[in-house]
Every structure is written in C-alpha cells, then in structure tokens.
C-alpha cells in the first residue's frame, strides 16, 4: 500500500546512499511503525522509503474506527489517510479482488474473516504484519500474495520482523482448518430419563467448511433451573451434567461464543480511490438445543459381578435393555464389583453385558430382569458369574537341527494329574491334534483358574522319517492368552555297511579293515576326512556290520570310507569314497580293490663250462664276474621290467560304488559321488 510519495530531498539522500555504497545495489530497509499502527513502515513497490506500510491501521497510530484495528484491502490504492473518512462497518459474503479484477472464493472470505477476527486486534508489530500478509494472499492475491514478488519483497525488509512470514503461514493453515461459519451440536447421551437422574449432556462446535472440531470455546448450557458453562478441549469437545428436576420435556440449550468472525466486516472509504478497510477483532456466535423427556422414578437393579473362583471384577460394561431393545440404563462395576442402576420404569427389562472389562473373562448371555415399581435395586442383587476365556495352543513341531517344520505328526493332548508323592504327571486324555504342512496344530483349552489350568503334550506318531519323542511336555494354559509350545524331532539315524569285492571278478573279499569320517575342506578346497566317527571290518562275506550314521531327511550327510587294511593279497583304495547317509535309508557301499601283482619267475643262468675261458670284452679288458649260484637279485638302475609294471599296478587300483535305499520313500542319488541305487 502506498501512504505518501518521499520528498525530493529524500530522493536525493537516497541517491547519496547509492553512491556510497558503489557498486552495491540498495535496498529501502522498513522501520518500526508508530503512525499509522502496528506493524512496520516499508518502502512502497516502487522502492520510495517509509512510504508504505505493513500491518494494522489503529491504536496506538492512526484511528479508523475508533479504538479497532483495520486492515488495508486494495494494495495499489492510497492509504486511510487519504480516504476522508469511513462509512461504518458493513458484513460481506464475497469479494473482487481490486488488484487482478477477479472473484476470490467464498471459502477466502471466511479464512481472512477468521484471521483478523481471531488475530488483528492485536498491538503486536510482527503479528500485526503476518495477518496483512495473509489478508493480502486470500484478498488481494497476484504479486501480493504470500509467494508473489511483492508479497515476499513486503516481509523481506531487514526490520520486518523475521517471524511475520511464518506466523503467517500458521495463520492461513490454522484458517483452513478452523473458519467458520460454526455449528454448535448439544447431544443428551439419553433422550429419555426419570426424575432426579443426572443427565450428561456432550457438546462440539464444527466447522460447517472443513467439519473439523473447534478447540477452546466456551459454551454457556441451560436446562429447567440448571446453568453451567463449558469450553471445548484440544478435540474440540466438551460434556456438562445436569439433574433432571421435573416430569415432562426438558429443553437443553446452549451458546458458544466468542468465535471468529465468519463473515468480513467492511469500511468503504468517502474517497474511492483510497482502499477499503477490513475490521479487526469480529466474533461470532452458534447456538444449539435438545429435549429429554422426564419421566417419573419407580425402581432399580444392582448387579454383583465375580468370577468362577469368587473374585469381584471390577470395569464390567452392562446395558438394561427394553422389550424393542433400546438401551435404558448403562454403566460399569466399581471397585466393589456391584452397578446399580435406579429410576428404571417398572417392567420387563433385558440385562446385556457388554465388556467384561479384561482379557480373560467370557460375556455371559442376557438375562431377564423385573423392574418394580418402588423396590430399589439393593432388595434384590443379582449375582452375575463371567467363565474365564478358553486358552488357545499353537503347538509347532520342527526338526531339531534345522528347525524346519514337520507335517502329520500327531500329539496327545492331556489333562493335568498328580501321583501319591505330589508329582505331576499326565492325566485324562483331552484329545489328539495333528500338525499341517506348516508344522502347527491348534487346539481351544478350557481354564478353570486366573493362574491357569496345565496340560501335557506328548507325541503318539512321528513324521515321516524322524525317531518318535515320547517325552510328554507340561505346559500352563492362562484365559484368554495364546500358548505357543514347540516341540523337536531327530531324524531317524541312516544305516551304513561296506560290501567289498574283487575289482576284477566281483569276488567277495573279507578281512577289509575302513574308517568312516566327515568331510573337511582342506586350504585347497578338496574334500578330505575329518572326525573319524566309526570304523569297522568286512566279514567273510565281504560284508560289514550295519553302522548307525547321523543323518538329515533331504540333502543328507557326506561322509568318506577310507581303507585302512586291505584284504591279504590286495592293495588298499587309493581315495576315499564320498557317500551321502540320508535319514531313515540304508547305504551300502561296495569297495572294490585289485590283487597285488605278481612278480615274474627270473631266468636261471646257464653255468659255464669248467675250465673256459669267458669270451674277451668289448674294446679290450677283464670280462663281467659271473654271479655265483645263490646270490642275491640286483636292484637299482638294473631293476627288472616286472618291477616297474609292478608300482604302476599299485597307483591304479581301488574304487567303489554306493547303493542307497530309504527305507520308507526313495531318495535321491548322491550328487558328486559314485553312483547310487
């Protein structure tokens, strides 16, 4: 808004500032209002300084309707001063923008309405600033709106208080959330009660534009000779009690006030040219009311609420029903675990338990109850008993060393007993359940006592492949929890034996001494035993002993046979051989070996002829001394052929081959190794 044009002595200080400052571009800076009112004197848009101003015109500056603050509405027209005066205030609904010539929206209207009705009476600078800001936004618009290039040059000044940007911000938020116009809405919890009852009464005021709950808002009640006030909490809601004092119908009214005004109040200028005003400080009202009919008191009911061990419960929810089932009378057991619910009409009422107020109680059915005409409910209490809620058993069955689930094994579920010597032991049979593919079985138990009621499992048939667990676990099932219990299998051992045989003729070899060990990696990534974990002998039918080997149920477990001693006459494998042991199978691997070879016969020399001569050497010399009759075979670099194709013989013999069989189900081959069946 521009207030005044600068004088040209002031133009020419500002040139001189220029420049000073050189090359610097210059900046009008804002000084602090106190003309025109509170909020900040700025330079106009076209930079003139203390030509402008942003925030309120009134007290403690210029007054323009009396001791109200107002704000500008028509940024590019001249200021209030100007104006000769103000016709008096005026409500608007809606509103053309004086700046871009176009209708703002209605919902624009309510929120500055809100905004300088809730916050320009004010005479604080920077708030004074941030509702001119936000008028401007929702009015005005164009270049001043909050993010316009005037409307951010406005509160950008370096005395502009830092905070009127985002108190603004907060202002047009809060507004589309809280604007009016208001509803007041008064709800008696009941349309219907008998003399001398209280009566609670629920309040809210909304929001008609967002529906939205109205906080701190005083709301002034009636009803007969009853007055009270209340003001809405943080949800925007509030109760009030009265006592109802006489038959008939009760007429329960209410008044909010001291709301933001919803609608604009204006101050049109004498001159034209100079803007509109807007009035600070604007309140609304809401009003509301309801019946309730009063109707004489005759009788009651008190409720006694325990459980099966006798315990009082305390927080149980009842409602006494009518004959069409309408709710007549509700409430909670106290600390003594008794309602009592009075001025009841005389009849025939249903009694509903609503909340048992915990976790662990069961809700009983409905009863019945007579209602006569003056006997109080404490003539006659009614005991009402809640059973404890059934437990439920998640029972997990899981292989023991990999945890993986176990389908179809079936477990006994049975009662709690105690022998002679006060030992606990399983008892009555309960019934069997049966885990499902994803090793649960679910089961509803009864419960007796808030401790809890115990119960044995034990398990009358294994999956598939895994030693059964008989071993009965005792387990404590309370109200209403969940019991998770999970229980273990090992797999069925897998049975080894050793076949050994003749690698050429199939022949069954005894006296084969092996080792059976696990698989380590040694650093150059081969397979070599590591634990030895049996060892045995074949017998004279080449066969040996079964042999129990830990196993798992798929992918089983590698282990190496190492030939240890070799049958008399063979030479011992030359590798060990890799099998797999899977649970519940027998794997018989078949160890094949080679004879040792045999030396060849060597020739006899021929004797020489008593009193020869040995025929003269090569080139000259002493011929060869022959070898007398007895002497022993030479060795090294005259080693005989046979001797050579001998240690060839012992690098190529051993191998084996393995057979497996499940003893339930076929498994797959041996990956890796020699083959299986």
Not at 304 to 325: I, T, W, Y
Not at 454 to 461: D, G, L, T
Not at 554 to 567: N, Q, V
Not at 621 to 640: F, I, Q, R, V, Y
Request: hydrophobic content about 35%.
């Amino acid at each position: 808004m521009r207030s005044r044009i600068p004088t040209p002595s002031r133009l020419a200080a500002v040139a001189v500032a220029a420049g000073v400052v050189g090359t610097l571009a210059w900046v009008p800076t804002a000084v602090a209002a106190d003309k025109y009112g509170p909020g900040f004197q700025i330079p106009d848009s076209e930079g003139h300084a203390a030509s402008s101003h942003i925030g309120a015109y009134g007290p403690p500056g210029l007054r323009v309707w009396g001791d109200n603050e107002t704000y500008c509405a028509d940024p590019s027209r001249r200021g209030p001063d100007a104006a000769g005066g103000y016709f008096g205030p005026k409500p608007v609904s809606q509103w053309t923008s004086s700046e871009t010539g176009q209708k703002v929206p209605d919902a624009n209207v309510a929120y500055a309405s809100y905004i300088i009705g809730k916050y320009g009476q004010t005479h604080s600078d920077a708030q004074a600033a941030a509702v001119d800001a936000a008028t401007y936004e929702l009015l005005a618009g164009g270049t001043y709106g909050i993010n316009g290039s005037r409307g951010k040059q406005r509160l950008s000044y370096p005395n502009v208080s830092a905070n009127s940007r985002s108190m603004a911000m907060g202002y047009l938020a809060e507004a589309k959330k809280l604007a009016g116009p208001y509803e007041l809405h008064v709800r008696p919890k009941v349309k219907e009660t008998t003399e001398g009852t209280k009566v609670t009464v629920d309040v809210d005021v909304t929001s008609k534009l967002s529906g939205e709950h109205i906080p701190g808002v005083k709301v002034d009640l009636g009803a007969d000779s009853s007055k009270g006030s209340v003001t809405t909490g943080g949800d925007g809601r509030a109760s009030w009690t009265f006592t109802a004092s006489k038959t008939g119908t009760t007429a329960v009214k209410g008044t909010a006030t001291g709301l933001p005004g919803s609608q604009l109040k204006t101050l049109d200028p004498h001159d034209k040219r100079a803007q509109r005003m807007l009035l600070a400080g604007d309140t609304t009202t809401a009003q509301d009311s309801a019946d309730v009919t009063v109707k004489p008191a005759t009788g009651g009911v008190e409720i006694h609420k325990k459980d099966p061990e006798g315990s009082r419960l305390v927080g149980v929810s009842f409602q006494l029903l009518d004959s069409a089932g309408k709710v007549v009378k509700e409430g909670k057991t106290g600390k003594d675990g008794v309602l009592t619910f009075e001025g009841v009409a005389p009849g025939k009422y249903r009694l509903h338990e609503s909340s048992t107020g915990d976790d662990i109680h069961e809700l009983v059915p409905d009863q019945d109850v007579l209602i006569v005409a003056g006997q109080s409910g404490s003539a006659k209490p009614i005991t009402v008993i809640d059973p404890f809620k059934d437990a439920e058993l998640v029972l997990k069955k899981v292989d023991k060393a990999t945890g993986k689930p176990l389908a179809n094994a079936v477990i006994e579920i049975d009662a709690d007993d105690v022998d002679g010597a006060g030992k606990h032991k399983p008892g009555k049979k309960i019934t069997d359940v049966t885990t499902g593919k994803d090793g649960l079985a679910k089961l509803k138990l009864g419960v007796d006592v808030k401790a809890g009621s115990a119960y044995w499992a034990k398990e009358v048939k294994a999956p598939a492949h895994y030693q059964l667990n008989s071993t009965p676990e005792r387990f404590l099932a309370k109200a209403g929890a969940v019991v998770n219990l999970t229980l273990t299998n090992d797999p069925i051992p897998a049975t080894m034996r050793v076949l050994k045989t003749d690698k050429e003729s199939g022949k069954v070899l005894g006296g084969m001494g092996f080792d059976i060990a696990t698989v380590r990696v040694d650093p150059s990534g081969n397979k070599v035993p590591g634990t030895k974990v049996a060892s045995g002998t074949t017998g004279a039918d080449g066969k040996s002993q079964p042999i129990k080997l830990d196993a798992t149920v798929e992918d089983g477990i590698e282990y190496l046979l190492t030939e240890t001693k070799a049958p008399d006459g063979y030479d011992k494998l030359a590798r060990p051989i890799s099998f797999t042991a899977r649970a519940d199978s027998e794997v018989t691997v078949r160890a094949q070996d080679s004879k040792l070879p045999t030396p060849p016969t060597p020739p006899t020399p021929t004797p020489s002829t008593p009193g020869s001569t040995p025929p003269p050497a090569k080139g000259g010399g002493t011929p060869p001394e022959t070898p007398s009759s007895g002497s022993l075979a030479k060795t090294g670099a005259e080693m005989a052929p046979w001797a050579a194709g001998g240690a060839a013989a012992l690098l190529a013999v051993g191998g084996g081959t393995v057979w497996m069989t499940r003893r339930r189900q076929q498994s797959p081959a041996n990956a890796g190794n020699s083959p299986q069946e």
